[in-house]
């Protein structure tokens, strides 16, 4: 079975300019989030769709940033303007199951460097 | 909202010692306690869990305990190996679907 993934890997960008992430989760997994982990601090969740409605987005910064999961498939983050605390890991995870102790399946996260 | 404290931030140990990560939560509704191991440059994997009715789980080498009164949780890793040098982060969730992470501890297992 495939992981979740996402791509970029990696994205370098200059203050100001756009960026868009995207999340392909578990084939089959409604649940799909994002977080984000700043450097050295802990991973932080930014929001949560269930296929392609936005369940919580309590998490997200400010308007700069734009998710959305059309037909509740992939997902992609955009993040316009990108401002220099806009840096860190951002990783998408994705699980089956609504509510409850479940596990959350994580890609391995896009790098986003702001300068 | 629920806050997860983790410590050590860093920890080093000899192989085959063993290795305890502490973790604190805030919210007392919290009832599901994972913990993820992050290999360099990997995603982060489930390595084990724990849920609010159970004091204890073991998994191999992999313990996490439990006490829901002082909202505390720890993982337990024996007869360490340097393969389980990686970043750890604990979690707590309350209600609602969202973790709440640790800011991680990076192990290092000395050969």
């Known amino acids: 079975e495939a992981g979740v993934t996402q791509f970029p890997s990696h994205s370098v960008i200059e203050k100001g300019q756009t960026v868009t992430l995207r999340c392909d989760p578990i084939s089959g997994h409604d649940n799909l989030y994002w977080y984000r982990r700043v450097m050295g601090k802990e991973i932080k969740f930014l929001l949560h769709?269930?296929?392609?409605?936005?369940?919580?987005e309590s998490g997200m910064p400010n308007n700069r940033f734009l998710a959305e999961r059309t037909g509740g498939t992939y997902s992609t983050l955009k993040v316009q303007p990108a401002e220099l605390e806009d840096s860190g890991v951002y990783f998408c995870?994705?699980?089956?199951?609504?509510?409850?102790?479940?596990?959350?399946?994580f890609g391995p996260g896009t790098r986003l460097t702001v300068l | 909202g629920e806050n997860v404290e983790q410590h050590p931030s860093t920890l080093s140990v000899q192989e085959g010692d063993s290795a305890v990560i502490k973790c604190t939560y805030s919210d007392s509704a919290s009832n599901y306690f994972p913990w993820y191991k992050q290999e360099l440059g990997k995603r982060p994997q489930l390595i084990i869990d724990i849920r609010s009715n159970v004091g204890e789980k073991k998994d191999q080498r992999i313990a996490v305990t439990l006490n829901k009164t002082a909202k505390h949780f720890s993982l337990h890793i024996t007869e360490t190996q340097p393969e389980d040098s990686a970043v750890y982060f604990c979690a707590a969730r309350p209600t609602g679907n969202q973790f709440y992470f640790g800011t991680g501890t990076s192990l290092t297992v000395i050969p």
């Open positions: 769709f269930v296929k392609e409605s936005k369940q919580d």
């Open positions: 995870a994705s699980s089956p199951f609504l509510g409850g102790a479940y596990e959350q399946f």
